[in-house]
């Protein structure tokens, strides 16, 4: 009778934690595999830091990101001035330009990433659910805007609307979101097709119902892989149009505005090229390994 007992017990145990680890989801999974990629792990804490930095840092200086010290121009890190990372030709502190810079170039990472997700994943679901002669003429659309010079566009945006930061957002997010409706288009053909999907017609559920409530939330796993991806070609993208001198423009900075200034001083003053430049690429690395370790995690074949 004890030994039945015991099996019976060993017997619940085994069906309890197979119930359980059936009911865990595949963000449970993909959290798990996540805290096993070191080199992604790493990198969020790195990026954590980094946001952190550019919030707080600036009001560790005594000096604004606008303020010109007459007595100290090109002159390297000097911390009895409190020039952490030194000054440019202009006697402009650098610690609270690289910083103040960041700000600008994840706002415009962020912000025209979130424009392009937006535009991108309901364009995208609505082709692909929709097919036929409505998916052919909006993918056309696609494929017509693809077409157009990127550059050519943007330099068409600042000669008759003028440089503003608000329009690099509208500029570059409502470009970049053609890749992101490319992928959904694709994901969203793949799904409609399912049970889950039939299931809802069968119920009644309205067109949008069936895209925003059943098939773009089965998409939020190559989403989020995308936008950690997309991030940091907006931020890069934004750095090259500062460096053609398209971008934020002065007294205002960007990542991609200092190497620029740091590019022509860089003889003379080579710590004001290195500390933006540094900046600039470990945020553009940390970004794309948190997006592979995204992407292996949530890859339903490793689950």
Request: glycine share 8%; with cysteine.
């Amino acid at each position: 009778m004890h030994n039945q007992k015991i099996e019976s017990l060993e017997k619940a145990s085994a069906l309890s934690h197979q119930k359980d680890e059936h009911g865990k989801s595949l963000w449970f999974f993909a959290w798990q595999r996540l805290k096993q990629n070191k080199l992604a792990l790493s990198s969020v804490i790195v990026l954590t830091l980094m946001v952190l930095l550019i919030l707080i840092g600036p009001f560790f200086s005594p000096y604004e990101f606008d303020f010109i010290d007459w007595e100290n121009m090109s002159t390297p890190p000097d911390y009895s001035t409190q020039h952490y990372f030194g000054t440019d030709a202009m006697g402009r502190d650098l610690f609270v330009r690289t910083l103040q810079g960041g700000r600008i170039s994840l706002m415009v990472g962020f912000v025209a990433t979130f424009v392009s997700l937006i535009i991108g994943v309901t364009y995208g679901a609505i082709a692909g659910y929709m097919g036929g002669r409505i998916d052919n003429i909006m993918m056309r659309i696609v494929d017509i805007m693809y077409a157009l010079p990127f550059m050519f566009l943007v330099i068409m945006l600042m000669v008759v609307f003028g440089q503003h930061i608000f329009l690099i957002f509208a500029a570059i997010g409502g470009y970049i979101w053609l890749d992101m409706a490319r992928i959904v288009r694709g994901q969203t053909m793949s799904l409609k097709g399912k049970e889950f999907v039939e299931s809802a017609i069968a119920v009644g559920a309205t067109t949008p119902a069936i895209i925003f409530k059943h098939i773009v939330p089965n998409l939020l796993g190559i989403v989020c892989v995308y936008v950690t991806l997309t991030i940091p070609q907006v931020i890069l993208v934004e750095s090259f149009l500062s460096f053609l001198g398209l971008g934020v423009q002065e007294p205002f900075t960007s990542w991609g505005a200092l190497v620029n200034e740091g590019a022509q001083d860089m003889e003379i003053a080579p710590w004001s090229l290195i500390y933006p430049a540094t900046f600039l690429a470990t945020t553009l690395f940390c970004f794309n390994f948190i997006g592979d370790g995204l992407r292996d995690a949530l890859d339903p074949k490793d689950n």
